[in-house]
């Protein structure tokens, strides 16, 4: 009579194992001895494997010459999977490269990384018939070798063409472009003219007169700049270019003009004691001489009254008038064309 019971197993495939009875057992051949193999049943999958690549890793990895890679990826698998790595389709160089493979993650580590760890980095993950993969690209870069050389193609006025050829090595990454510097011959310093330009010729403008410069170009990449740089064998000297100055006549204009007030006197009345001004404006060229009447007598010289005269505008500043003060007050203007005047009255009278 023959009994079966099954096995079932959580959460993973289930097995199921036959139990029979004595006289259904198979009999032992002589050929078997009593050492021979016995198969044993693989322990269920659990927990499917499954790699849980960090977002940071999901682009390619870059790194500079002589720095560290450290590379720790988490995975999933029950009961504990098999990890292994490979590079470009190859077993990891295990005198550069070390694996550590724990229950839950597998750390790659490279001590000081060269261009050639540059490339695929492979991560799989078996569990029974199970895989699961990941790749990593890495980067290992360093500066770029320096431009071939540059050469002095032509210099006019205060200009100066170059040509450069890019270098042989750009360090393993694209070049972000070039840095031009300029020296001149006095100082020695020198100064950048342009960075991160992409063509291979340019041409600097605005050079000094009488100075002689030479000119210096790197290569640039994301590690920096090239560690030297060709300096071209040729000076650039910027010459001085004589020029001729060609006057051309013109007529001289004549801006004589006779006396003419643009402005003429205003008739006032002021009160016995207190200072009064009187304002008048005049054109004329040549400068003229300005006389001041009153009542047709020249006032000139008289201390009681102060004239000034200043770009055209005249004044006369009668001191605390008195009552004999008063009446008509003359400005003339007198040059070699001509003379003109103009006439104001002024009364005085007594406060209140």
């Known amino acids: 009579m023959e009994a079966a019971t099954a096995l079932q197993v959580a959460s993973g495939p289930s097995l199921k194992v036959k ?17 021979s193999p016995i198969p044993q049943l693989l322990s269920p999958v659990e927990e499917h494997p499954k790699i849980c690549l960090p977002r940071a890793l999901r682009q390619t990895y870059i790194r500079k010459v002589g720095d560290t890679v450290k590379l720790l990826i988490p995975f999933q698998g029950k009961p504990k999977p098999q990890a292994t790595w490979t590079h470009n389709g190859c077993a ?23 261009r050639a760890d540059s490339g695929h980095y492979q991560l799989s993950v078996q569990l029974g018939g199970l895989e699961a993969t990941a790749t990593i690209d890495i980067l290992v870069i360093e500066r770029p070798g320096p431009p071939q050389s540059i050469k002095l193609v032509d210099v006019w006025g205060a200009n100066a063409i170059l040509e450069w050829t890019p270098p042989q090595d750009t360090g393993n990454a694209a070049l972000l472009g070039y840095m031009l510097q300029k020296a001149d011959m006095k100082s020695g310093l020198w100064f950048t003219v342009l960075e991160r330009y992409h063509r291979t010729s340019c041409t600097v403008s605005g050079l000094i007169v009488g100075n002689s410069y030479a000119f210096r170009v790197f290569a640039e990449n994301q590690c920096g700049l090239s560690e030297t ?20 006549g013109f007529a001289q204009r004549d801006v004589s003009e006779a006396p003419k007030f643009t402005q003429p006197l205003a008739d006032c009345t002021t009160v016995t004691g207190y200072d009064t001004q009187l304002y008048c404006c005049v054109r004329a060229f040549p400068k003229p001489k300005i006389i001041w ?20 505008i005249c004044s006369l500043e009668i ?19 001509g003379e003109a005047s103009v006439d104001c009255r002024v009364d005085v009278k007594a406060p209140e």
């Open 19 to 35: 139990e029979v009875s004595p006289a259904d057992e198979p009999q032992t051949s002589p050929q078997q001895g009593a050492g």
């Open 92 to 114: 990891l160089d295990a005198s550069r490269v070390s694996v550590r493979n724990g229950d839950r993650d597998s750390i790659l580590f490279i001590r000081e990384a060269r």
């Open 229 to 248: 740089a060709p300096i071209t064998a040729d000076l650039a000297h910027i010459q001085k270019v004589a020029t001729v100055h060609k006057t051309t």
């Open 293 to 312: 009447l009153k009542n047709k007598m020249d006032i000139q010289g008289n201390p009681k009254y102060r004239a000034l005269t200043c770009l055209g």
């Open 319 to 337: 001191r605390k008038p008195g009552p004999f003060d008063g009446g008509i007050y003359t400005c003339k203007a007198v040059n070699t064309l």
